[in-house]
Structure formats: C-alpha cells, structure tokens
C-alpha cells in the first residue's frame, strides 16, 4: 500500500540519518582526541568546538612550521615550561582576520574564560565595541614595495576584553562580564609557507599573524608585586593635578609632595614627551587604566628623570562614577640628566623645554630675551628655574609697557 | 568545571529568548558548515579537490592528516608528554617572537646567574657563556643595584603600607605583617633595572674620507622590564653554579626567575616617508653682512653651528663667482624696503663643499632711529637635511645633537655638571656662557616663530 511505502520510506530515513550522526558522532569523537588537550577537555567539547579547535591547532602548525627547533639540553628545556609564568599575562595570537587563533592556558587567570573557550574565536566578539577599530589598525600589515620603508612590526595598544573573574577571584557567567584592560603588545609577523601542497603546485600564500603578550594593569589597590624605594605612588583629581604624593618622591625628584599639590601633571611632563602623554591620557579616561611607556618629568633642581606609570582611574562604588586617578610611578633613571635642546614653536603648544643648572644672572637674561621675543603666551613648561624668572620679568616688562601707554 | 564552549557561545548570543527557533537553528547548521569549510581549507589532502566534500569524509581526513602530524612533532614522542596545545618549545620561540626578551634564573642571595636563555646574545650582545656563574650586580646600573637587591630578598619592602584602597584612592595602613612571605615560591616580582649591553656601530664615512668602515663597540645600558615569580630549587638539583651559591644551612636554593624585556622604542615613530621638502632658515645680517643671528636648522645644511657664524661676514662664505651678484642685491636691500630675492648661489659649507641657497632679505628698520637695523635673510636649500644622530660620524653636529651627545656623555655617570669640552666651539667658554650662547641662538627665532617647523626625526635614545 502507499502509506506503508511512505512509512517504510521515512523509517528508512530516519534510520540513515540516525546512522549517519551516529558516525559523524564517532569521527568527532576520535577528532577530538588527537586534540592535544587532556582528555577531561576534550570529551566535554561539542562539535562546534572540535572543529574550531582542529582549525585553530592546524593554523598554528602552519604558523610554527619554521626551522626553529635547535638543538635544546635538558636544562633548557626544563626552563621552556618558565616563560609563560614569569610574564605577567598570557600570549595571544591572533590571525590577520582577528580570529584568536592561540591563547596560552594561563588565560584564565587573568580572564576567567579558559583557552578552549575563547581559541578559534574572534577577538571582535570578545573584545569592546569601541576599540575595535584600534584593533583593525593593529591587525594591518603593510609590506610595501622595495623603495618604500618597511612598516615598523611592533605593537603596541590597550585592548579591553570580556573578564568572567570578580575581583576576589570567582567566575561569573559570561552575560555578567565585565571589561578588562589589557596592554597588548607584540609584532606582526609573516610566515613563509614555503611548502607546495599536492601535486597542484600550488603554493600557499605567506600568513599574515599578531602574536602578542596581553598583560592585565594592576588595579592599585591590588599589587600583588613589592614595589621597591624607586616607585612613588601619587593620586590626581580628573583634570590630571596632584591630590597627594607618596613622599618617596622627594628622594627621587627633589619635591616635597606638598610641592605638587593642585598643580597639574603636565607641568612636569617634557615638551617632547607631553603629545605622547596626552595620547595616553586619553586611552586612560576612554578605557579606565594605561600605562604610558617611558617619558620625562621634571626634576625639582632642574634635569628630567625618566619614568614609566601606571594609571587607573578609580570609580565611586555607589554611582559608578570616575573619582580621581591614582598613579604608580617607576622611576628608571633618578640621576639628573642634562639636556639642552629646543622645539620650534607649535601654535598653542608649548614653546621651548629646556632644562640646565643655570645661575641667576642667566636666568634672568635668559627671561629678558624671552620676554623680547613677545611670545610669552604659550609657555608651559621652561624649567622651573627659567619659569620663575621669566614670570617675574614678565611682570616688569608689562609694567613697563603700561608707563609706555600712558 | 568550566561550561562547554556551545553553552558559552549560546549565552553571548541569546538576545532576548524571542527568537524563533528554527532560526536558531538554521544559524548552527550554518556556522558549523562555515566550520567544515574551513576545516578542509587546511587539510592538504582537501584542498585539491574540486568538488566540494561532504561532512563526514572531511572529519575523517582531518583525523587522519593529525594523526599524520603527530608522528612529525617531537614533543608527542616525549616519554612524560603532557598535553597542550604547544609545547613548551615552542610557546617560548611565540614568546620571543612577540617580545624582544631573555630568560633568566639569578641566586636571591647573592645575584648569582644560574641561568639565561640564547636570546640574550640578541639583545645584550653579551654570550650566554659570558654571563652565566656572573653575578648579576655586575650587569646591573651601579645605581640600580640597591633596587635589584630589594626585590631578590624580603627585607625592605612594604607592599602593603602603600596600597590604595579601592573606594577612595587613599593610601592605607599595613594590615599584615611582612615576612619571609614576600620570599616564599611563587611569590611575583615586577621591576624595572638598567643593564649593561654592548652596541655594536659600525660607522661608514662617505663623503669626506675613502669609504672606511669602522667598528665601534662601546658599553652602555638599556633599561629592561623584568618580571617573574620566585621559586625554590632543592639543592641537589643544581650544578656546580647553583651549590656554591646555596646556603649551607638549607637543603633548599631560593631563586628568582624572570622574563627580562626591552620594550621598544618609547615614544611612538612617526609612521611613513621621510618627506623631503626643501629646508628653509633664518639668518640676520647686520648692515655690512656680518651675521646677527643663525637659526639652528641652518647646521643641517651649513655644517657649522651658529655660533661659529657669528660676528663673521656672510660674504667669506660666498662662491667667488656669486659675490658680484649678491654685492649688488645686499646694496638694493639697504635702500629698498621691499624683499628683494637672490638667484641661487654657493655657500661654503664647513667641510669645503659648497651648497646651493637661494635667499629672499629684507631690511628691518628701525622705526625711530629710522635706520636698519638688520637684513633679515630666509635660505632656502634644496638639500636633503641630515637627520641628526645619524651623521655623527661626519661630523655635522645639529644644535639638537649637542643634547643628545651630551645627554649620551653624561648618561651613564649621572653627573650634573655640563661637560661641553667636546663640544667644538663652546670649550672655550664658561659654563654659564656657553650654556646661554646655545639657549640662546635656539631660542631666538623672531622669524619662526607661529610656524610649524617638522622636528619629528630628533631621537632620543636610552
């Protein structure tokens, strides 16, 4: 009869499909065991991630697929496994297309989410809305012709990611994360496969790749590090002026820390250094942490002292609203250092830094000249020894200018 | 137990439970034959196929072409192989691929170096052989060995006492006591130090001597980025390096070991071409053409730097065959109050190769005294500028150079008197004298001033 025919027919069906997702079942299963994961993982992955895995796995087979395997002693090798731990964060490499092609284990620890959760996805799924058009920028790779320069591959930036760990230390679900800052920085990379794959002849095109280290800032009120006596902490109202300074700074710099009060920051940045530090501070309001690289800040007695910080702007618990900045300063050089030098003029912008021992008598010539030249409006940063002249000549010579008038 | 990817890739994209559910489930079937796609385009023997494969046949060669792989990479052989998804070698070359770092293993008790990777050699140019059995302190700043000794031991740190507390961004007070904790295995370390590293110049003289190339090694420091954790050794583990340095008392060695990092250059390059565009300066002239002024851009292209100029006439540098020419203009400038432009002429560089300039002067006047003050001259070159730092070997010192060299002297004995003996030109003066000559011809620039002048090459290195 028809209607057994047709029944007949859909149990067949149903049988060969019953079937065949029992064998696909059985290839995804042996899939993912050749994964190297331990076996407690990979029996827990689904289907999608078993694919995403293998891929990911093969990618970076292809990027690894180098003559880099030297001859190691055992020593060494033992030490191959301390790499990872001694960095503060965990190794990223991501794809020309932003996929999360690799992510050492130790992910977790600083995002929650675990290797296997996060490899084979896109960064752009996990990462903040508004930084991924930093992100495509970094992901570039302009190779350039022979004539032209060769693109710099160092990267560097802060990328801000999904984080599943409450600050004591629990997971949350994935819905509940929050953002976390992560200062990325690393190079591009591009991989030769010089291997021609079948019979075709075909070669495969070189792989573009970001390998990056991501590290977490430390929040301030968490260090987990000794901080030694060449680090000073110091806190700044929004407006970047100082609200209080560890007195460390006083060894360091020359200041007492009530020296610093209500004044801003960038009265001690160097003039060459200020565009950069206004980059950073930037990335620090838009983001909530940064860190800004090594940089200048003026001595008390006149010389700079370089200094790298670490920012984070602290959040009212009650409304969620930013409250100050606090700073942890790491001075790398304390001596003070002479440099004379000068910056032309860029309107609006500061005029000249400049910074040496100088008596008084040429201070103060130095003031007259200044004040000559008429453009006294846009100095911010001389010296402090210029600058107190100066201000003080400033003063004469606009009182001179006032009999004039009259 | 962590949730399975699927249920992780659910929550993200679960937007409000309304969505229907064959759409759901029309957008898995879809990922995962994106996912099958991709899976073959990495499978070797995939690839050449023409027609497209199904699923299945594609998930069997993916297993076979890793199992292929597997008998390849030498870590699967290891007998105590543990899975991961790289091996520990080749997580540390993906390290140094994205750091410019070194590995190293140092005694706390006395700064022994017990271990340092080959990469080393890259970046410090020292040999791994040199620096291993070395204490560290000798590699270290003399002046950065009293902060390197804090963080190997415990005693005078106080992490604590100078954290911030969250809510306020106060300082708060110490609440636990510090003790050998800081000490203890695992514990982390994050620090900054200068050490010493040798770089290697190779200096090529072009114009001004028979291309002779020279090697100059000279010693300085780079400040390295060291973090790592502490870790204690039992001491039979150790060779001769590690028991000499053990203490006696303990069965155990407490090491620090770290990853080592240069970061690369501080302040972000100006990205793309050098744009050559023609140079301009500003000199002045008194009325009979002895020079006032000399901006310091006129160094790139003159050679000489402006104080050298000073107080001497504009026309000892002029080509021979130029002086009637500018003779005549430099008399049309005094009497007229227009600017008055010159053809192109041959200046005398420092060197004794001539330069070609083209001017346009104009005479200041003084309003009350109704004479001239001054010709104020703007040169133009069409001659690439030297970029400063660069051209040290020729000789040609930029007035921005005259830092940077001194800044260098000075930069490893931190002194703070102003050396400018070597410095041509200014040895003779004061210190207070010289200071204020080359402040000032930096400083005065009537002329340049509102303009935007591209200073971006002036480099500042470590």
Request: some cysteine; hydrophobic content about 35%.
């Given at each position: 009869t028809?209607?057994e025919?047709?029944?007949r027919?859909?149990?067949?069906?149903?049988?060969?499909?019953?079937?065949?997702?029992?064998?696909?079942?059985?290839?995804?299963?042996?899939?993912?065991?050749?994964?190297?994961?331990?076996?407690?993982?990979?029996?827990?992955?689904?289907?999608?991630?078993?694919?995403?895995?293998?891929?990911?796995?093969?990618?970076?087979?292809?990027?690894?697929?180098?003559?880099?395997?030297?001859?190691?002693?055992?020593?060494?090798?033992?030490?191959?496994?301390?790499?990872?731990?001694?960095?503060?964060?965990?190794?990223?490499?991501?794809?020309?297309?932003?996929?999360?092609?690799?992510?050492?284990?130790?992910?977790?620890?600083?995002?929650?989410?675990?290797?296997?959760?996060?490899?084979?996805?896109?960064?752009?799924?996990?990462?903040?809305?508004?930084?991924?058009?930093?992100?495509?920028?970094?992901?570039?790779?302009?190779?350039?012709?022979?004539?032209?320069?060769?693109?710099?591959?160092?990267?560097?930036?802060?990328?801000?990611?999904?984080?599943?760990?409450?600050?004591?230390?629990?997971?949350?679900?994935?819905?509940?994360?929050?953002?976390?800052?992560?200062?990325?920085?690393?190079?591009?990379?591009?991989?030769?496969?010089?291997?021609?794959?079948?019979?075709?002849?075909?070669?495969?095109?070189?792989?573009?790749?970001?390998?990056?280290?991501?590290?977490?800032?430390?929040?301030?009120?968490?260090?987990?590090?000794?901080?030694?006596?060449?680090?000073?902490?110091?806190?700044?109202?929004?407006?970047?002026?100082?609200?209080?300074?560890?007195?460390?700074?006083?060894?360091?710099?020359?200041?007492?820390?009530?020296?610093?009060?209500?004044?801003?920051?960038?009265?001690?940045?160097?003039?060459?250094?200020?565009?950069?530090?206004?980059?950073?501070?930037?990335?620090?309001?838009?983001?909530?942490?940064?860190?800004?690289?090594?940089?200048?800040?003026?001595?008390?007695?006149?010389?700079?002292?370089?200094v790298?910080?670490?920012?984070?702007?602290?959040?009212?618990?009650?409304?969620?609203?930013?409250?100050?900045?606090?700073?942890?300063?790491?001075?790398?050089?304390?001596?003070?250092?002479?440099?004379?030098?000068?910056?032309?003029?860029?309107?609006?912008?500061?005029?000249?830094?400049?910074?040496?021992?100088?008596?008084?008598?040429?201070?103060?010539?130095?003031?007259?000249?200044?004040?000559?030249?008429?453009?006294?409006?846009?100095?911010?940063?001389?010296?402090?020894?210029?600058?107190?002249?100066?201000?003080?000549?400033?003063?004469?010579?606009?009182?001179?200018?006032?009999?004039?008038?009259? | 137990?962590?949730?399975?990817?699927s249920?992780?890739?659910?929550?993200?994209?679960?937007?409000?439970?309304?969505?229907?559910?064959?759409?759901?489930?029309?957008?898995?079937?879809?990922?995962?034959?994106?996912?099958?796609?991709?899976?073959?385009?990495?499978?070797?023997?995939?690839?050449p196929?023409?027609?497209?494969?199904?699923?299945?046949?594609?998930?069997?060669m993916?297993?076979?072409?890793?199992?292929?792989?597997?008998?390849?990479?030498?870590?699967?052989?290891?007998?105590?192989?543990?899975?991961a998804?790289?091996?520990?070698?080749?997580?540390?070359?993906?390290?140094?691929?994205?750091?410019?770092?070194?590995?190293?293993?140092?005694?706390?008790?006395?700064?022994?170096?017990?271990?340092?990777?080959?990469?080393?050699?890259?970046?410090?140019?020292?040999?791994?052989?040199?620096?291993?059995?070395?204490?560290?302190?000798?590699?270290?700043?003399p002046?950065?060995?009293?902060?390197?000794?804090?963080?190997?031991s415990?005693?005078?740190?106080?992490?604590?006492?100078?954290?911030?507390?969250?809510?306020?961004?106060?300082?708060?007070?110490?609440?636990?006591?510090?003790?050998?904790?800081?000490?203890?295995?695992?514990?982390?370390?994050?620090?900054?130090?200068?050490?010493?590293?040798?770089?290697?110049?190779?200096?090529?003289?072009?114009?001004?001597?028979?291309?002779?190339?020279?090697?100059?090694?000279?010693?300085?420091?780079?400040?390295?980025?060291?973090?790592?954790?502490?870790?204690?050794?039992?001491?039979?583990?150790?060779?001769?390096?590690?028991?000499?340095?053990?203490?006696?008392?303990?069965?155990?060695?407490?090491?620090?070991?770290?990853?080592?990092?240069?970061?690369?250059?501080?302040?972000?390059?100006?990205?793309?071409?050098?744009?050559?565009?023609?140079?301009?300066?500003?000199?002045?002239y008194?009325?009979?053409?002895?020079?006032t002024?000399?901006?310091?851009?006129?160094?790139?292209?003159?050679?000489?730097?402006?104080?050298?100029?000073?107080?001497?006439?504009?026309?000892?540098?002029?080509?021979?065959?130029?002086?009637?020419?500018?003779?005549?203009?430099?008399?049309?400038?005094?009497?007229?109050?227009?600017?008055?432009e010159?053809?192109?002429?041959?200046f005398?560089?420092?060197?004794?190769?001539?330069?070609?300039?083209?001017?346009?002067?104009?005479?200041?006047?003084?309003?009350?005294?109704?004479?001239?003050?001054?010709?104020?001259?703007?040169?133009?070159?069409?001659?690439v500028?030297?970029?400063?730092?660069?051209?040290?070997?020729?000789?040609?010192?930029?007035?921005?150079?005259?830092?940077?060299?001194?800044?260098?002297?000075?930069?490893?004995?931190?002194?703070?008197?102003?050396?400018?003996?070597?410095?041509?030109?200014?040895?003779?003066?004061?210190t207070?004298?010289?200071?204020?000559?080359?402040?000032?011809?930096?400083?005065?620039?009537?002329?340049?001033?509102?303009?935007?002048?591209?200073?971006?090459?002036?480099h500042?290195?470590?």
């Amino acid at each position: 009869t028809v209607n057994e025919h047709l029944k007949r027919r859909k149990e067949k069906s149903r049988d060969a499909a019953r079937s065949r997702r029992g064998k696909e079942s059985e290839v995804f299963y042996e899939l993912a065991n050749q994964l190297p994961l331990p076996h407690n993982v990979t029996s827990h992955l689904d289907k999608a991630s078993i694919m995403r895995l293998t891929i990911s796995y093969l990618r970076m087979r292809k990027l690894l697929n180098s003559d880099e395997s030297e001859k190691e002693n055992e020593v060494e090798s033992q030490l191959n496994s301390f790499y990872l731990k001694a960095l503060e964060g965990f190794l990223m490499v991501l794809s020309e297309d932003g996929d999360m092609v690799y992510l050492s284990e130790n992910v977790s620890k600083s995002m929650g989410l675990s290797q296997f959760d996060l490899t084979g996805h896109s960064i752009f799924e996990f990462s903040h809305p508004c930084d991924h058009e930093e992100l495509r920028e970094m992901l570039v790779h302009r190779t350039g012709s022979k004539k032209t320069k060769e693109q710099n591959t160092e990267r560097s930036f802060f990328l801000r990611m999904k984080c599943t760990l409450t600050s004591r230390g629990r997971t949350v679900n994935i819905k509940s994360a929050t953002w976390k800052v992560l200062h990325c920085t690393g190079h591009v990379r591009v991989q030769e496969c010089g291997e021609v794959s079948g019979d075709s002849g075909f070669k495969e095109p070189p792989l573009t790749y970001l390998v990056l280290i991501c590290e977490p800032i430390p929040h301030p009120s968490n260090i987990e590090v000794p901080l030694d006596s060449k680090t000073f902490l110091s806190r700044h109202t929004l407006d970047m002026k100082f609200s209080y300074c560890d007195e460390r700074i006083t060894e360091l710099m020359g200041y007492e820390p009530d020296d610093l009060l209500n004044r801003s920051v960038y009265e001690y940045y160097h003039a060459l250094d200020s565009d950069h530090l206004t980059k950073t501070h930037h990335n620090l309001f838009a983001k909530g942490q940064a860190t800004t690289g090594q940089y200048r800040m003026l001595a008390k007695k006149g010389g700079f002292v370089w200094v790298e910080t670490q920012a984070t702007v602290i959040y009212n618990p009650k409304n969620s609203q930013p409250q100050c900045i606090v700073c942890v300063n790491y001075v790398l050089r304390y001596g003070f250092s002479l440099q004379i030098f000068s910056k032309p003029l860029i309107p609006g912008k500061q005029l000249y830094s400049l910074c040496c021992e100088m008596s008084q008598w040429a201070c103060s010539h130095l003031a007259i000249r200044l004040g000559r030249s008429g453009n006294h409006q846009h100095i911010a940063v001389i010296g402090n020894l210029v600058l107190s002249h100066y201000l003080t000549w400033c003063g004469h010579i606009q009182a001179k200018q006032e009999r004039y008038k009259n | 137990e962590t949730k399975s990817a699927s249920n992780l890739e659910e929550d993200m994209e679960d937007n409000q439970g309304r969505e229907p559910h064959s759409q759901i489930e029309k957008r898995r079937r879809d990922k995962m034959n994106n996912l099958i796609d991709e899976l073959a385009a990495m499978i070797p023997t995939c690839n050449p196929m023409s027609r497209k494969l199904d699923k299945l046949t594609v998930l069997r060669m993916a297993v076979q072409h890793l199992k292929s792989l597997k008998g390849a990479t030498s870590s699967f052989a290891e007998a105590n192989y543990k899975p991961a998804f790289l091996p520990d070698d080749e997580l540390k070359h993906l390290v140094l691929r994205a750091a410019d770092g070194f590995l190293f293993v140092v005694g706390c008790d006395r700064g022994k170096i017990i271990f340092v990777s080959e990469s080393v050699s890259k970046i410090l140019n020292y040999s791994r052989t040199e620096l291993i059995g070395q204490s560290l302190f000798d590699y270290v700043h003399p002046k950065d060995i009293g902060k390197v000794k804090e963080q190997l031991s415990a005693s005078e740190l106080y992490p604590r006492e100078r954290l911030i507390d969250a809510k306020t961004g106060l300082q708060v007070q110490a609440e636990l006591p510090v003790g050998a904790a800081r000490l203890c295995s695992g514990a982390r370390r994050s620090f900054f130090c200068r050490m010493k590293y040798i770089k290697v110049i190779i200096k090529e003289e072009k114009d001004f001597q028979a291309g002779a190339s020279k090697k100059k090694e000279s010693q300085r420091y780079c400040t390295v980025h060291c973090t790592g954790y502490m870790r204690t050794w039992p001491k039979r583990q150790l060779g001769t390096e590690g028991e000499a340095e053990a203490d006696k008392e303990s069965s155990h060695f407490s090491c620090l070991v770290a990853v080592g990092r240069v970061h690369p250059h501080t302040l972000p390059q100006a990205n793309g071409e050098i744009k050559v565009k023609p140079t301009e300066f500003v000199t002045r002239y008194a009325m009979d053409g002895k020079f006032t002024f000399v901006d310091q851009q006129a160094t790139t292209i003159l050679g000489y730097l402006p104080q050298e100029l000073l107080g001497t006439s504009c026309y000892e540098y002029f080509h021979l065959d130029d002086l009637p020419h500018l003779a005549d203009r430099h008399r049309k400038v005094l009497r007229s109050k227009e600017k008055i432009e010159t053809n192109c002429y041959k200046f005398k560089t420092k060197y004794g190769s001539f330069v070609t300039l083209q001017s346009q002067w104009f005479s200041f006047i003084n309003p009350w005294t109704k004479e001239v003050e001054y010709i104020v001259s703007t040169n133009t070159s069409q001659q690439v500028p030297i970029i400063p730092g660069i051209s040290s070997a020729s000789g040609m010192i930029y007035a921005g150079c005259i830092g940077t060299q001194i800044a260098n002297e000075i930069m490893d004995f931190n002194s703070s008197q102003l050396d400018l003996e070597g410095v041509p030109g200014l040895g003779a003066l004061s210190t207070d004298e010289a200071a204020m000559a080359v402040i000032m011809s930096l400083l005065e620039t009537d002329a340049n001033l509102g303009e935007a002048v591209d200073f971006d090459e002036l480099h500042w290195s470590l």
